[in-house]
Every structure is written in structure tokens, then in C-alpha cells.
């Protein structure tokens, strides 16, 4: 049985196919054989051709798509490239068989499919909207934040008082380098003022009039690729 990938929908990353195998025959393992199947646009698609680099033109009955993995009961295939060998966003599948001492290859194949993300989610700060508010306090925070092929988990703000280069911490300016604030996030919008988050205090209740600040954001994806 495949283990990794472990059936996860989305991965950032696939150095490498690892498992178990077992024979109940009591014959022993002899090997297990790995195929790697191209889904466009979620269908079925061809196999890779392990003799030629990064070349999926194999058909679903073409033996020489199996290649052997390392080990028996347990084994892994060699390494891959990320963005190289696999692209991102595209789905693949690996498939995993056995054969026993006795050369029975197992009726049943181990399976898992996954899409690869190796992109970086982009957010934006939509408020303030300007260079210089008028009418303080400044409430909130909010913005955008979107991911191609993948789903926003986090998003996360810093602000810099420029008079000081002192960092908001979530109680006051204190911090010497950015501090990250997690915002509320609802699908792809977000915003922060801080008590929402838990912060001691909320962000507006501290800036001065007549001050300049730095506002920043990152976003996380549902696979930990970060802005």
C-alpha cells in the first residue's frame, strides 16, 4: 500500500512514493513496481516512460510504464523534482503493485492521487486605501487575498510605526522586527482590528494622528506555500 502521498488532495511537495507490502501466500515479496498516471483536467491521461525524463506518452496497457521501487515490505521510489518532473498544478497518480517469490502480482493495486501546488498565494490591502485617512480612528484593516489552483488558510498583517521603526505586537508599538498578527479571514476577504484576534488591544486605539505607518500582508495557503 501507497503511504505517501497520503491522500491528501493538494501537496506543495513530492520528493519521493513510500509504502508497505505484505504477502499473505507466505511466498515473500519479491518486488513492487510503481506507475505514474497524468490526470488533465481530473481524467484519466497516459503514464510516465521512466526511460525518457519528464515524458508522460504511455498508454493505460504499456507494460514499461512500471518501474521498480527500492525494498520490499517496505520501499520508496527515487527521487523526484519538484517543478521539473512534477508541474504545478496538474493531478497525478501514483500506482503501486507487488509481486510475490512465487510470481503472483497483486490483484488488487494501491492507489493515490493528488495536485500538486507549488504556487504562492498573493494578498492585497484594500483599507486604508489611501496614503493619508482623514476622520481617525481607523477601525479596522481589510484586504483581499487569493491563491491560483489552491485555497487561502491564512492571512497575516504587520504594521510599522515609520516614526520609530517600532512594530505593532498586538498590545502597542513595541516589536523591533515585523510582528504577524493573524487576521479573520472569510473566503477570500480579510480584516483585523485586534481584540477579534485575541490581541490585547485594538490596533486603532494606538495610532497617532499625524503619524506615519507601513502596513503589510502575507498569505498562507491550504498547503503552507507563503506570499
Do not use: C, H, M
Not at 29 to 58: C, E, K, M
Not at 59 to 73: C, D, L, M, P, R
Not at 159 to 167: F, H, N, P, Y
Request: glycine content about 8%; cysteine-free.
Amino acid at each position: 500500500s501507497i503511504g505517501f502521498p497520503d491522500g491528501r488532495q493538494q501537496l506543495s511537495a513530492v520528493t519521493l512514493s513510500s509504502g508497505t507490502a505484505a504477502d499473505s501466500g507466505g511466498a515473500g515479496i519479491q518486488l513492487v513496481q510503481l506507475r505514474i498516471r497524468i490526470n488533465p483536467a481530473g481524467l484519466p491521461g497516459n503514464y510516465w516512460d521512466p526511460t525518457t525524463p519528464n515524458s508522460f506518452n504511455l498508454s493505460a496497457v504499456n507494460e514499461s510504464a512500471w518501474f521498480a521501487a527500492n525494498g520490499t515490505i517496505n520501499w520508496s521510489s527515487a527521487p523526484f523534482n519538484n517543478g521539473t518532473f512534477w508541474v504545478s498544478g496538474s493531478s497525478y497518480t501514483i500506482i503501486a503493485r507487488s509481486r510475490d517469490n512465487a510470481g503472483n502480482i497483486s490483484p488488487i493495486y494501491s492507489t493515490a492521487t493528488f495536485t500538486l501546488d507549488i504556487s504562492s498565494p498573493s494578498s492585497l490591502v484594500l483599507l486604508p486605501s489611501s496614503s493619508v485617512i482623514q476622520g481617525l480612528p481607523l477601525l479596522k484593516l481589510s484586504g483581499t487575498a487569493s491563491d491560483v489552483g489552491g485555497l487561502i488558510n491564512t492571512v497575516k498583517v504587520a504594521v510599522e510605526r515609520l516614526s520609530d521603526s517600532k512594530w505593532w505586537d498586538g498590545t502597542d508599538f513595541n516589536a523591533g522586527v515585523p510582528s504577524w498578527r493573524t487576521t479573520t479571514l472569510a473566503s477570500e476577504v480579510w480584516e483585523y482590528k485586534g481584540t477579534d484576534q485575541l490581541d490585547n488591544n485594538d490596533l486603532y486605539t494606538k495610532l497617532q494622528t499625524g503619524t506615519s505607518y507601513y502596513i503589510t500582508s502575507k498569505a498562507i495557503d491550504n498547503v503552507a506555500n507563503e506570499e
